[in-house]
């Protein structure tokens, strides 16, 4: 089991940057593929991207490919979200979770269901 803690979330303008962190407790974080999500007010819950347990792979939502970087940092327990551009419909509730299933063949999970844990979240907010 792990435990997820999500940080560094705030307001920014348009165009700025911010960068997340998702700190874990627990079980070693090479056990997980990691994820962001995000929700906006009155929106479901969506896919932002992921990184597989050795982070050589990544896959990232089309809304935030070329803005947002995905990183990890396995012997710090902790992933990154690098968000940069960011625009007013960036504005959500940004959550870290960890997928601990064994995918082959460089699959990165992409799906909520397909996640075991999540963090709490933390608040984005890029104004215009």
């Known amino acids: 089991q792990v435990q997820l803690v999500e940080s560094g979330g705030g307001l920014v303008q348009a165009g700025g940057s911010l960068r997340l962190s998702c700190a874990t407790s627990?079980?070693?974080?090479?056990?997980?593929?990691m994820g962001w999500f995000r929700q906006a007010p009155g929106k479901e819950r969506e896919f932002v991207g992921a990184i597989s347990r050795s982070g050589i792979n990544t896959y990232y939502a089309d809304s935030v490919k070329g803005r947002f970087i995905i990183s990890r940092e396995n012997a710090k327990d902790s992933v990154h979200l690098q968000m940069n551009s960011l625009k007013p419909e960036d504005t959500a509730v940004y959550f870290c979770a960890a997928d601990s299933t064994y995918w082959s063949g460089g699959y990165v999970s992409r799906h909520e269901y397909e996640y075991n844990y999540w963090g709490q979240g933390t608040q984005v907010t890029v104004s215009s």
């Open positions: 627990g079980r070693t974080l090479s056990s997980y593929v």
